[in-house]
Nanobody, 113 residues
Framework: QVQLVESGGGLVQPGGSLRLSCAAS????????MGWYRQAPGKQRELVAT???????NYADSVKGRFTISRDNAKNTVYLQMNSLKPEDTAVYYC???????WGQGTQVTVSS
């Protein structure tokens, strides 16, 4: 059974930084592409960043240059470094593996002064 556990969210001021983590189990992590998604109140869940098994990455235009996705296959963990945060980044952030339809519980990120 696939389990995804997100952590690292919190309240941060505009311009601040946060690092999210997602620990995965129940999948062959090293061959799975991993994605970070977010869902703001009243909006659809959107894909923020993807990292493939070979290390290639893709980002939504709204976060390019500010967010960095990375992975540690030895720890079955994917990270999202978020810099220069804006109020519009406020959302619940989720990770997902390409090899599974499961979602974690998410972690809340709130950007506010």
């Amino acid at each position: 059974q696939v389990q995804l556990v997100e952590s690292g969210g919190g309240l941060v001021q505009p311009g601040g930084s946060l690092r999210l983590s997602c620990a995965a189990s129940g999948i062959i992590f090293s061959i799975s592409a991993m994605g970070w998604y977010r869902q703001a109140p009243g909006k659809q869940r959107e894909l923020v960043a993807t990292i493939y098994s070979g290390g290639n990455t893709n980002y939504a235009d709204s976060v390019k240059g500010r967010f960095t996705i990375s992975r540690d296959n030895a720890k079955n963990t994917v990270y999202l470094q978020m810099n220069s945060l804006k109020p519009e980044d406020t959302a619940v952030y989720y990770c997902k593996a390409s090899l599974s339809s499961s979602w974690g519980q998410g972690t809340q990120v709130t950007v506010s002064s």
